[in-house]
T-cell receptor, first 112, second 113 residues
Framework: KAGVTQTPRYLIKTRGQQVTLSCSPISGHRSVSWYQQTPGQGLQFLFEYFSETQRNKGNFPGRFSGRQFSNSRSEMNVSTLELGDSALYLC???????????FGPGTRLTVT | GQQLNQSPQSMFIQEGEDVSMNCTSSSIFNTWLWYKQDPGEGPVLLIALYKAGELTSNGRLTAQFGITRKDSFLNISASIPSDVGIYFCAGRSWIQGAQKLVFGQGTRLTINP
């Protein structure tokens, strides 16, 4: 069974730009969660989507948004990028009632 | 909010040694998960624990769900070079009316050959 895939793996953007990251969950998984990982803050929860609806949300500004499609694939968008948004963005998928989350390889975003 | 205290933050050991790390919290958790992350990659799930007192092994790895449901530990026996990486614990519980996972800050394991 294929794992969680994320695209792109690396991205360089300039302050003020916006970015869209994509995540394809494991087949059969309907829940997709997004995390931001930085050396200083560790793994910070952004949001979770289940059946195209946002089920949980972390404490991030409105510049961070996401959505989920009917095939469970998910995207997250960051608008008006700031230098502090440079991080590894991780996507994780899980089955309906399981909280065993399986992570993708991440997208390394660098904002200059 | 709920926090997990993971310790130690880093470990420097000799190959072949046993390793022990733990996570504690003042809050009760329903599930404990242990992950390992290699540089530039996403965390990989090692062990999942669902019941207080549960002891589960995965090869040389053993993890336990604390009886109080506020802690968990992970042991690695006879460490080898590929054990190098960052180990994270994660606890699941109800936070603000929703089930959420909370992650520890990680334990960085370095092995001297």
């Amino acid at each position: 069974k294929a794992g969680v895939t994320q695209t792109p793996r690396y991205l360089i953007k300039t302050r003020g730009q916006q970015v869209t990251l994509s995540c394809s969950p494991i087949s059969g998984h309907r829940s997709v969660s997004w995390y931001q990982q930085t050396p200083g803050q560790g793994l910070q929860f952004l949001f979770e989507y289940f059946s195209e609806t946002q089920r949980n949300k972390g404490n991030f500004p409105g510049r961070f948004s996401g959505r989920q499609f009917s095939n469970s694939r998910s995207e997250m968008n960051v608008s008006t990028l700031e230098l502090g948004d440079s991080a590894l963005y991780l996507c994780a998928s899980s089955k309906d009632n399981s909280y065993e989350q399986y992570f993708g390889p991440g997208t390394r975003l660098t904002v200059t | 909010g709920q926090q997990l205290n993971q310790s130690p933050q880093s470990m420097f050991i000799q190959e072949g040694e046993d390793v022990s790390m733990n996570c504690t919290s003042s809050s009760i958790f329903n599930t404990w998960l242990w992950y390992k992350q290699d540089p530039g990659e996403g965390p990989v799930l090692l062990i999942a624990l669902y019941k207080a007192g549960e002891l589960t092994s995965n090869g040389r790895l053993t993890a336990q769900f604390g009886i109080t449901r506020k802690d968990s530990f992970l042991n690695i026996s006879a460490s080898i070079p590929s054990d190098v990486g960052i180990y994270f614990c994660a606890g699941r519980s109800w936070i603000q009316g929703a089930q959420k996972l909370v992650f520890g800050q990680g334990t960085r394991l370095t092995i001297n050959p």
